[in-house]
């Protein structure tokens, strides 16, 4: 049986009130936050003061971790996530995540890797679709030009930044509304780094997409919107602030923020 693919489009995502733990271990508390469709977020703030656990929440991944707790509710498109009624793979599929390291199946040719999420959503397609496919979320990822003619070579034969755009291709192909992105450049080379970045530029119209990153200089590059998290003393994580990116960069409501978009501490 051939099925034709979900076209989704890029939807809002909303956190109402999130709180995570690791065992006892509170480490965010009652965050909120929207991040408008088609749109850039940034997720900035010192080491572990839970940026990554909340978008690890976004997509329901928090939940793998043995001992990990979660309160609040996650909207997409104004639907929670986390309803009983919601498949956890849906989930994951309409919110698709890049992690820091770039993980493509290494033995795996480039073009079975970016079908590869299709094979794990059982999403079953025709040959000619597979390959306009692959040619459409290689050319997304900016990896296209670079790559159309090793499309059978394995995917660990792709440099660091070419393996971290194959990654996002990957991601792209089950069409995805919500692309999650956690130090996606942390692993790469100023060149490739800003391959990703123009690549970021480019997906925002029809994925919404959500960066934690460390480096200010590319959250005020590629972001519509930022959001400073903190965890003070000891204290679980939370929003100090969040609003425009350039508002947020030039004159934040808050002084830790401004201390630490300046690189004041961090
Ligand atoms: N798997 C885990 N088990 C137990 N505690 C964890 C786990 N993952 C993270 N934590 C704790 O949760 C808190 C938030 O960590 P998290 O990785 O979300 O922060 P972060 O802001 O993303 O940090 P970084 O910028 O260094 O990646 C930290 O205190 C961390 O030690």
């Known amino acids: 049986m051939t099925m034709t693919l979900v076209e989704g489009g890029p939807a809002t995502l909303e956190a109402r009130e999130v709180s995570a733990w690791f065992g006892d271990h509170l480490?965010?508390?009652r965050v909120s936050l929207t991040m408008p469709a088609g749109r850039v977020t940034a997720l900035i703030g010192p080491s572990g003061c839970g940026k990554s656990t909340f978008l690890r929440t976004l997509n329901r991944m928090h939940e793998l971790v043995g001992g990990a707790k979660l309160a609040g509710e996650v909207l997409l498109d104004e639907r929670d996530v986390y309803?009983?009624?919601?498949?956890?793979t849906d989930a994951r599929r309409h919110i698709g995540m890049v992690f820091q390291k770039p993980n493509p199946f290494p033995a795996?040719?480039?073009?079975?890797?970016?079908?590869?999420?299709?094979?794990?959503?059982?999403?079953r397609v025709s040959r000619r679709a597979k390959?306009?496919?692959?040619?459409?979320?290689l050319s997304k990822a900016g990896l296209w030009?670079?790559?159309?003619?090793?499309?059978?070579?394995p995917g660990g034969a792709l440099s660091g930044g070419q393996q971290q755009r194959l990654c996002i291709a990957r991601a792209l192909a089950v069409r995805p509304r919500v692309l999650l992105m956690d130090e996606?450049?942390?692993a790469l080379d100023p060149t490739s780094t800003r391959r990703i970045e123009e690549t970021i530029?480019?997906?925002?119209?029809e994925v919404t997409v959500v960066i934690v990153t460390h480096n200010m200089q590319q959250a005020a590059r590629v972001s519509h919107q930022c959001a400073f998290f903190l965890a003070e003393q000891g204290r679980p994580g939370v929003i100090v602030e969040h609003g425009g990116t350039e508002e947020m960069f030039s004159r934040p409501r808050d002084p830790r923020t401004l201390d630490y978009v300046n690189g004041r501490f961090g």
């Open 27 to 29: 480490v965010l508390d």
């Open 83 to 88: 309803a009983p009624d919601r498949r956890v």
């Open 108 to 123: 795996m040719s480039v073009y079975d890797n970016v079908l590869a999420g299709l094979r794990l959503t059982g999403t």
């Open 131 to 137: 390959d306009a496919l692959v040619e459409e979320c």
């Open 145 to 153: 030009r670079e790559v159309s003619g090793r499309l059978r070579q």
């Open 184 to 186: 996606p450049c942390s």
């Open 201 to 205: 530029a480019e997906l925002a119209a």
